[in-house]
């Protein structure tokens, strides 16, 4: 299995990498430079990357390696993933030589026993950099190999740059070598590497974006202990917030933002709900807030531009100057669907996941705690659940009385604790019978729906009012706007009022 963290440097940092004075403190042996060509292979159909692996032959002199890898899962920039290479006589590629006895019940492992294989493989992308490779022992004793690449990924007329450092963990612990990246991140402005060479280079041949990415099911086991559950719903959350990091750099799909922004308030709400039994750094609360808030900008004005905006101004008249409005409303989210982009690719961001990941790898919440916090951690999460389910339903049902008649002010706050009811439902659903869970969680979505839309509404109109006072063009279109959402909120009154009647006479999953 190899473990490898991937990060990102700007243009020209290399030699500033290279000749760092925290690099050299830690060599074991002079760095070596290497020109590397790599073919990767597939079939016509794309076979292999459908089932979500690469096949490369490396050329390094007159040396010929064969290397397969599986997408694997990163965390943070750290690729945990099944690496098989053996040695070729030549360029062209050769899977019956690979030992994957590990992968013969998968299906990439069914795809490489098909003696056709091999005659139906042809070039799909290449990729070309100069390599040096440091080997280096670290203060604890841990090995790593240090390889920097500069270059690039071509597929056809189509080429991306490569700009990467790739570190290896050739022997010790996964939480030294991001505290390594985090000492590395002192010397020159990385980022997170958000996907692989064969990820970028199949990106050029498929001509296909990042996708947004949802949360994926949790599962819970009723054995589990406070802290395993704790560690599964974390786990759970970044890898939303890591499926989406790519997409929201690369500015593509306004889909990505939002799910980057669901992923960080699942696991704000996360670390809330166990704060009671395990506390985490202020640090990781304060810089949550920060990148989400970076988001949220973006998020707000896709909202009004692309779904508020068009449907007020459906059927208007001519003289409220719809177009202008919507214009000026797209240009501000481009803008901050920018800033969105440079915030998840800047060292701060990158700090702060290296670190949220180091602490929940390492346990880290256990050094400040008394024997009888520990304990606490070993209970069953059943019961823990239970409770926390019961406090959450009981704090909405008192912040939502009278609900449909609350100023705003007051209706958020109940939107709040319906969120986090609703989060902490979803965490907790597989301890519960499913028709139980599932008839819970429709009535209370139901209601966060509509609490969520008169908050977008709350939103929109304060943003619509700066607008018209910046730009004076806007302003007539603006008031129509605010004139229709108005509206729209009074419309619901009754609506909200079926809704709260119907979530009131639930009682939690137990």
């Known amino acids: 299995m190899e473990r490898e963290l991937k990060?990102?440097?700007?243009?020209?940092?290399?030699?500033?990498?290279?000749?760092?004075?925290?690099?050299?403190?830690?060599?074991?042996?002079?760095?070596?430079?290497?020109?590397?060509?790599?073919?990767?292979?597939?079939?016509?159909?794309?076979?292999?990357?459908?089932?979500?692996?690469?096949?490369?032959?490396r050329t390094a002199g007159d040396h010929h390696v064969q290397t397969l890898k599986t997408n694997g899962s990163p965390r943070a920039g750290l690729y945990e993933r099944e690496e098989i290479e053996c040695t070729l006589n030549g360029k062209a590629p050769d899977p019956a030589a690979l030992p994957v006895d590990n992968l013969k019940d998968s299906n990439i492992g069914k795809l490489l026993r098909d003696a056709d294989l091999v005659n139906r493989l042809k070039p799909v992308f290449v990729t070309e950099v100069e390599r040096s490779v440091s080997l280096l022992r670290l203060p604890e004793g841990d090995e790593i190999e240090l390889a920097l690449d500069e270059g690039a990924v071509k597929a056809g007329e189509a080429a991306?740059?490569?700009?990467?450092?790739?570190?290896?963990?050739?022997?010790?612990?996964?939480?030294?070598?991001?505290?390594?990246?985090?000492?590395?991140?002192e010397t020159v402005p990385l980022s997170i590497g958000y996907a692989s060479k064969g990820s970028r280079g199949y990106e050029l041949?498929?001509?296909?974006?990042?996708?947004?990415?949802?949360?994926?099911?949790?599962?819970?086991?009723?054995?589990?202990?406070?802290?395993?559950?704790?560690?599964?719903?974390a786990e759970n959350c970044l890898a939303q917030i890591h499926g989406n990091e790519r997409g929201v750099v690369s500015g593509h799909d306004p889909s990505c933002v939002h799910q980057m922004r669901v992923g960080l308030r699942r696991l704000r709400s996360a670390l809330d709900l166990f704060e009671g039994v395990i506390t985490a750094p202020p640090f990781f609360q304060e810089e949550l807030r920060w990148i989400a808030g970076e988001l949220g900008a973006a998020r707000d004005w896709e909202?009004?531009?692309?779904?508020?905006?068009?449907?007020?101004?459906?059927?208007?008249?001519?003289?409220?100057?719809?177009?202008?409005?919507?214009?000026?409303?797209?240009?501000?989210?481009?803008?901050?669907?920018?800033?969105?982009?440079?915030?998840?690719?800047?060292?701060?961001?990158?700090r702060l996941i290296l670190e949220l990941t180091r602490w929940l790898h390492q346990a880290s919440w256990r050094a400040s705690l008394n024997d009888d916090k520990r304990a606490t951690?070993?209970?069953?999460?059943?019961?823990?659940?239970?409770?926390?389910?019961?406090?959450r339903h009981e704090r909405l049902l008192k912040r939502g009385r009278n609900l449909p008649d609350l100023d705003p002010h007051r209706r958020h706050r109940a939107r709040i604790a319906a969120k986090k009811l609703r989060y902490a439902t979803e965490f907790f659903a597989s301890l519960y019978p499913k028709q139980v869970v599932r008839?819970?969680?429709?009535?209370?979505s139901k209601l966060q729906d509509d609490l969520g839309w008169r908050n977008d509404v709350v939103v929109a109109d304060g943003l619509l009012k700066t607008l018209a006072s910046e730009r004076q063009a806007t302003a007539t279109g603006?008031?129509?706007?605010?004139?229709?959402?108005?509206?729209?909120?009074?419309?619901?009154?009754?609506?909200?009022?079926?809704?709260?009647?119907?979530?009131?006479?639930?009682?939690p999953p137990h």
Not at 160 to 182: N, S, T
Not at 377 to 391: D, E, H, M, Q, Y
Not at 439 to 444: D, F, G, I
């Open 7 to 57: 990060m990102q440097f700007p243009a020209g940092q290399a030699k500033k990498l290279r000749e760092s004075p925290f690099l050299a403190s830690l060599l074991t042996e002079a760095p070596h430079t290497e020109r590397l060509f790599s073919t990767y292979f597939d079939t016509d159909d794309l076979a292999l990357y459908r089932c979500g692996a690469s096949l490369r032959v």
């Open 160 to 185: 991306a740059p490569i700009r990467e450092v790739e570190m290896e963990l050739k022997h010790g612990e996964p939480d030294h070598l991001y505290q390594f990246a985090l000492d590395l991140l």
């Open 205 to 233: 041949v498929v001509q296909q974006h990042s996708e947004p990415v949802r949360a994926e099911p949790l599962k819970l086991k009723k054995a589990d202990t406070v802290e395993q559950a704790f560690r599964r719903v």
């Open 303 to 350: 909202v009004i531009a692309n779904a508020t905006l068009p449907t007020a101004f459906d059927g208007a008249p001519d003289d409220t100057h719809a177009a202008a409005v919507t214009q000026a409303a797209r240009e501000i989210a481009k803008e901050n669907r920018s800033r969105a982009a440079a915030a998840v690719d800047s060292v701060r961001y990158t």
């Open 377 to 391: 951690l070993n209970r069953s999460i059943v019961k823990f659940a239970g409770k926390t389910l019961s406090r």
């Open 439 to 444: 008839h819970y969680v429709a009535s209370l």
């Open 478 to 507: 603006v008031g129509y706007a605010r004139g229709y959402l108005a509206s729209r909120v009074a419309a619901d009154h009754d609506a909200l009022q079926v809704l709260w009647k119907r979530f009131r006479r639930l009682s």
